[in-house]
């Protein structure tokens, strides 16, 4: 995330910014900065409760399958709370190319992350994790 966030950085030092009306910029940064701490920090309070791991890198440490609170919403609370950071970063740049930023997140967390934690959940947990998938989207 730190690394897609340097790079929409890098790529609005390549264009000019484009005009935000001042109101609906601050609009804006609320609404994903509150989307952001809603859903990531209620993610991971979630994971402490459940006590289990909520370190991406160690899924295999997992614990439970944690279904209640935001886990009603979406199975990744903590990736959409991420992107939520992104996409307020991109409004505070300003640059149309720094939009690519949260859309290469989300697809590179899509292909090299949650796929293979739902992999390892499902060998892990079975048929309470599969149930879990039908009823409860991935992102949104």
Known sequence: MLLTAAGMWGAAKLQSPIFIEPALRVGLLLLFNLTALVFGVSGIIAFRRARTTIDPIQIDRASRVVTGGIYCITRNPM????TALLTMWAV???APLALLGPVFFVLFTHHLQILPEERL???KFGKEYDEY????RRWL
């Open 92 to 94: 505070q740049l300003a």
């Open 121 to 123: 959940l499902s060998a």
């Open 79 to 82: 990736y959409v709370g991420l």
């Open 133 to 136: 998938r039908q009823r409860v």
